[in-house]
């Protein structure tokens, strides 16, 4: 019988084929390859990344929902000030073929009682290979939403189409996946403050990986007299652990930012930005984490370009979106 582990070890296989120069493991697990030396890793950089957006007197706020087999959910967010600037929103989804129009929009609302749903269109920004679940390619939206929507702190709705998901019966994936299989749904809002933020998407978007993987931030003002700067990471199908039976275990990913651990074991904030933190304890799958690095951020060889790296030995990833947030002495 084809099963979804079977699939999923040969879309690894093909992938790992069709990859001059870089060494990667098949499955052992649903969701994760075969745990390999870091020694034998290669690294893929895609180099130097500028921002998509940025924004002076700034400040902002996300949240974040898991939504593999699940058909809603609700996204609760805090600590942006008003005004809002601007105000997107991010979603993967995993596909055979094309992705429909059911998965490329959703619905949101604004709290339980604020009337109807609003449909959401996304605009795919990135596209890459599965991370190793059944389907062929992992698309990444974005969607500007309208302020009148998203106007600041509280509870958004959000809502599927029916056919963007493969089942909304919450199972856990590693027992039923069937695509499209749709990993999340992260909200970005840019609000008003002191600092100078940046969205960095469309070069980073949809870049699978479960090697050592690598870009540059081209920070949008010096960094070298900030006071405090802020990293948030939106990922897909990370995961702690396979299904609930080992939820307890730490991902193995590290985030350094010249050369210093940010993000895993071994860092500061000891857990890791791949996770799965959005839909705990099932159905992982979306990160959502922000970090603060400004020692990191100052310790590299240019106040401007901040080289960061991910070492992945045992998952396989797709990157979102990043924002840097920099603030200076007044």
């Not at 995993?94 to 059911?102: E, I």
């Not at 890791?272 to 603060?292: E, F, K, S, V």
Request: with cysteine; net charge positive.
């Amino acid at each position: 019988m084809f099963s979804v582990y079977s699939a999923r070890l040969a879309m690894a296989v093909a992938f790992a084929l069709c990859t001059a120069g870089t060494v990667f493991a098949q499955p052992s697990q649903l969701g994760r390859p075969a745990r390999q030396p870091a020694s034998t890793l290669a690294t893929t950089d895609i180099g130097r990344i500028n921002p998509s957006f940025t924004f002076t007197n700034a400040s902002f706020g996300t949240g974040a929902v898991g939504l593999r087999n699940r058909g809603e959910g609700g996204i609760a967010i805090s600590g942006v000030t008003a005004p809002i600037k601007r105000a997107f929103a991010y979603w993967a989804v995993v596909t055979d073929g094309p992705p429909t129009v059911a998965a490329s929009n959703i619905y949101m609302k604004r709290g339980v009682a604020n009337g109807p749903f609003t449909n959401i269109a996304g605009v795919p920004i990135g596209t890459g290979a599965s991370p190793c679940w059944r389907g062929d390619r992992t698309t990444v939206f974005r969607a500007t939403l309208p302020l009148s929507l998203a106007n600041g702190n509280g509870l958004y709705l959000i809502l599927l189409r029916p056919g963007a998901n493969g089942s909304t019966k919450g199972e856990n994936p590693w027992v039923a996946s069937v695509p499209p299989l749709f990993e999340g749904v992260s909200i970005v809002l840019i609000g008003t403050g002191t600092s100078t933020v940046s969205v960095y998407d469309s070069r980073l978007a949809g870049k699978m990986f479960f090697n050592n993987f690598a870009y540059q931030l081209t920070a949008p003002v010096s960094v070298t007299n900030a006071t405090e700067i802020l990293f948030h990471d939106i990922g897909a199908d990370g995961q702690g652990g396979v299904g609930v039976e080992d939820i307890a275990a730490t991902a193995g990913e590290v985030t350094a930012l010249n050369g210093r651990r940010i993000a895993g074991p071994g860092s500061p904030a000891g857990a890791g930005n791949w996770n799965g933190n959005a839909a705990t304890p099932l159905p992982q799958l979306w990160d959502n984490n922000t970090r603060t690095i400004t020692s990191a951020a100052k310790a590299g060889a240019s106040p401007r370009i901040l080289p960061f790296t991910i070492t992945a030995p045992d998952d396989c990833l797709v990157t979102v979106a990043n924002l840097l947030s920099v603030k200076l002495p007044p």
